[in-house]
């Protein structure tokens, strides 16, 4: 896929299949990660933990539900596939740009991949808080999870980004 169509066809899917993805897609997904630029190369800061297994991922969806309009919902959607994104918490704020960087690469290594996939900030507030969770999830103790990607097969087909619309306001310094 070329880069434009893959910026176009990237969008957060919030409705996946109860399937699997293949071993080779999650390799070339981390891989698109380690792509990522990193502030200062520090690649040793950034830790990535993929979870598939079927009781851990019951476990974050009701120990880190979210909530809207009063009903809790699934944070991850029931995508089978979740990728946390954690960081080493410097002086500096670069984490969590640096986390950005990897998380969107993965993104976008799904979406050219035909799989359907979402950036997720919402529920990492309670699993931060989580002690135990983040413990059984074997995140190095030095590590803060800063976001996630959630990848799956996409349930619906979701709709492209306007080829020609752009969103964020702007001015030119002629
Ligand atoms: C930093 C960041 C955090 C986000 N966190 C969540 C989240 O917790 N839950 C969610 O459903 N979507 C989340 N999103 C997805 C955005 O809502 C989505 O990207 C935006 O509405 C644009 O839609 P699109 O991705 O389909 O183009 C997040 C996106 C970003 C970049």
């Known amino acids: 896929m070329e880069t434009k169509e893959a910026l176009r066809k990237r969008r957060s899917c919030r409705h996946f299949l109860n399937k ?21 190369g520090k690649y040793q800061n950034i830790h990535l ?31 089978p596939t979740l990728i946390l994104v954690s960081a080493v918490l410097e002086k500096e704020p670069t984490a969590y740009a640096n986390v950005a960087c990897v998380v969107e690469n993965m993104h976008l290594m799904a979406t050219d991949l ?4 979402i950036y997720l900030w919402g529920f990492i507030k309670y699993l931060k808080q989580n002690e135990k969770l983040k413990c059984d999830l074997s995140i190095p103790s030095e590590f803060e999870p800063l976001s996630a990607l959630a ?19 702007i001015n030119f310094i002629d």
């Open 151 to 169: 990848v799956g097969y996409a349930a619906k087909p979701m709709k492209e980004h306007d080829s020609k619309k752009l969103k964020i306001g």
């Open 20 to 40: 699997q993805i293949a071993k080779t897609d999650l390799q070339q997904i981390i891989w698109a990660g380690n792509t990522a630029p990193v502030g200062m």
């Open 49 to 79: 933990t993929v979870v598939q297994n079927t009781e851990m991922l019951a476990r974050l969806s009701s120990e880190c539900a979210e909530t809207w309009n009063g009903q809790r919902f699934d944070p991850r959607y029931g995508a």
């Open 114 to 117: 035909g799989l359907g996939s």
